[in-house]
């Protein structure tokens, strides 16, 4: 074959347009660290997190005040998957396929194939993070949100929780499953209805801008929880527990309460927590920031239904990193080897080809993990 990796730029670049316009949710809702530098499996990466100085009043003067020095934070995210699609052509099957341009649309396809797989993986690892981290959780379990025709209750009720939790206010992110996004388009009437919501976006494209202040998002990624088998578990401390107590011990019940599983307590029926740690030694630990009202010794607990976690958060509250995957010191047996960066998403691929016996191999990878940084900053709307 005489194609190299620069004589692919059009094919690769075909490809990646195509799969970057396809709907993500947490991809482009969360913060991101993305670079084509190198990360092994199971390495950690440190990623920058810059904040402006504190708000000080104008004062006129020959020189501004001296300020706004800040300290960089970072937080430290674990490479938890290096993955590559591949791609693979022997002499018999190019042959069988017909003229170059015939070759080259079909690799394009497959190229864009392997972007959507990686694509799709980490928005799972993402969606995923953002239930297992989620402070509280507003809604009905079982029941899909904004079901009730001119009622948007549902996302005024996760951002009283980020508000309660001392969220902050700007760039705040919705991202729904489909089931949510397709009650908004068909029942929420003010929103499609041009001369209410002010804007025709909804009614022609199906999506609206910004909800109560939430970013609005769909994503495919949204995976519905089974809960645990835990039942009749009680607390068990002689004192009881005070507001902002997380590692809660049980006793007398039976069964299992898993991580994401959603829990109430008799004493405190408003609130809907999230466990972060699975029960496991007679305690779980609940999430960040813990109990909102004082529980007494053997007060009942009560796992909720399976549900569908859809996720409300402040972008800095959950990090993605993505790398290139690992290479040996002085290369492998790749041919060649180019990076090809999503401007949409910011995203970076790896592309590679090895030249094997008659027949030739590429390969598209990445390597990425995933962090939920700020529990408080993530509330869960379930369906």
């Known amino acids: 074959m005489a194609n ?6 059009p094919t690769l670049y075909e490809a990646l347009n195509r799969v970057s316009r396809e709907m993500v949710g947490f991809i482009p809702a969360v913060t991101r660290d993305s670079n084509a530098e190198r990360a092994a499996l199971n390495q950690t990466v440190r990623s920058p997190i810059g904040e402006a100085g504190a708000l000080e009043d104008v004062t006129a003067g020959t020189n501004p005040a001296n300020s706004g020095d800040t300290t960089v934070s970072y937080v430290d995210v674990t490479i938890t998957k290096s993955k590559v699609a591949p791609i693979r052509w022997n002499g018999e099957e190019q042959k069988g396929v017909g003229s170059t341009g015939v070759f080259n649309r079909v690799l394009a396809d497959q190229f864009t194939d392997g972007m959507r797989k990686l694509i799709n993986a980490i928005e799972v690892d993402l969606a995923l993070e953002a239930k297992l981290t989620a402070s509280r959780a507003y809604g009905s379990a079982g029941t899909a949100p904004f079901g009730t025709a001119g009622d948007l209750s549902d996302v005024a009720g996760v951002l009283r929780i980020l508000e309660d939790n001392g969220a902050p206010k700007e760039d705040l992110q919705l991202v729904l499953g489909s089931a949510a996004i397709a009650n908004l388009r068909g029942k929420q009437s003010v929103l499609f209805k041009v001369n209410e919501a002010g804007s025709s976006d909804m009614l022609r494209n199906g999506m609206t801008d910004r909800l109560q202040g939430f970013a609005l998002r769909n994503s495919g990624g ?14 068990n401390l002689v004192a009881g ?10 006793d007398t019940g039976t069964g299992t309460v898993l991580a994401g599983d959603i829990v109430t307590f008799a004493a405190d029926g408003n609130n809907k927590y999230v466990v972060g740690s699975a029960l496991s030694g007679g305690s779980l630990v609940l999430n960040a920031p813990g109990l909102r009202a004082a529980v007494p010794d053997n007060n009942a607990l ?8 859809n ?6 509250a959950i990090v993605l990193a993505t790398r290139a995957p690992a290479v040996p010191e002085g290369g492998d047996s790749a041919d060649d080897a180019m990076m090809i960066t999503d401007p949409i998403t910011g995203l970076t691929f790896e592309v590679r080809v090895y030249r094997q016996y008659r027949q030739v191999k590429y390969e598209i990878g990445m390597a990425w993990g995933v962090r939920g940084v700020k ?5 869960l709307l379930i369906g």
């Open 4 to 9: 190299t990796l620069t004589g692919l730029i």
């Open 375 to 379: 529990s408080e900053h993530i509330a």
């Open 241 to 250: 527990y005070a507001i902002g107590d997380k590692g809660i011990a049980l």
């Open 302 to 309: 009560t796992v909720g239904n399976n549900y569908t976690p």
């Open 222 to 235: 949204i995976v519905a929880h089974t809960k645990g088998t835990g039942a009749s578990y009680q607390t």
């Open 311 to 316: 996720a409300a958060f402040a972008r800095s």
